[in-house]
């Protein structure tokens, strides 16, 4: 399957978090409901709203369009074969609930992708995920690494590399970059800046600009330098630079 790797801007009035294109017709949401019973204990509830389902496990909420024209719209720009999509929305979080209710969309596009053996694009991380990428994510509980990523982009400055993640947004938080002097081992950098992802989702906000934070666990502490918006794969998002010492 060609991919373009590319970001549609997408609806001000839907905003996706995964568009999942089909391979088989649009499953029901019967058989989604089904689906999701078996693999994480139900009961799975669904309602109706135009056309979106409002989606309820327990206390976690979450919007699904099975099918719909927007949906149609994101495969087309995205260059797949799929005929059909579908999309899980983003979901408003708060600081309490974000991490349950951003693996709950994550659950329900691992659902659609694997029901109807298709791909799943995840917006904000610009990762593209086939029914054997979700086998390797079983979801079973939360896990950073599912909805982070942390990589190293070409840098405006050659003199300098970009290490950034993207993912956090998801969560109501700004992502995070830092700037290295070019020719370094990039590995540590990678390492570090996956922990001090981490531990701002356990703490559940971005720090202030020209604030110091310490975060005994990883032994060092992190100086937020300023903040600016940037779009390394097409869309914009918030960032934070900081630095460690």
């Not at 992502?175 to 950098?189: H, K, N, Y």
């Not at 390394?232 to 998002?237: A, D, E, V």
Request: charged share 20%.
């Amino acid at each position: 399957m060609k991919i373009r790797k590319k970001s549609p801007k997408p609806s001000g009035s839907e905003r996706p978090c995964y568009v999942i294109g089909y391979s088989s017709p649009a499953p029901s949401a019967a058989e989604l409901q089904m689906w999701f019973d078996l693999e994480y204990g139900g009961p799975l509830k669904l309602k109706e709203s135009g056309e979106t389902l409002v989606a309820t496990h327990g206390p976690w909420n979450g919007q699904v369009q099975l099918a719909s024209s927007q949906a149609d719209a994101w495969s087309k720009r995205l260059d797949w074969r799929h005929t059909n999509a579908g999309m899980v929305l983003r979901p408003s979080v708060t600081p309490q609930q974000a991490c349950d209710l951003v693996l709950f969309a994550a659950r329900l596009a691992r659902g659609l992708t694997l029901l109807t053996q298709g791909t799943a694009y995840d917006i904000v991380t610009h990762t593209y995920l086939n029914p054997s990428d979700w086998t390797d994510r079983p979801l079973d509980r939360f896990r950073t690494a599912d909805h982070v990523t942390v990589s190293q982009t070409d840098s405006p400055d050659p003199q300098t590399d970009w290490f950034h993640t993207l993912g956090l947004s998801k969560f109501g938080l700004d992502e995070l970059e830092v700037f290295r002097p070019a020719g370094l081992p990039d590995r540590p950098t990678l390492e570090t800046l996956t922990a001090i992802a981490d531990e701002m989702l356990r703490i559940g906000r971005s720090p202030n600009i020209g604030t110091t934070v310490p975060l005994p666990v990883l032994g060092l502490s992190i100086m937020v330098k300023r903040h600016r918006t940037a779009a390394p794969t097409g869309l914009s998002l918030p960032f934070r630079e900081i630095s460690w010492q």
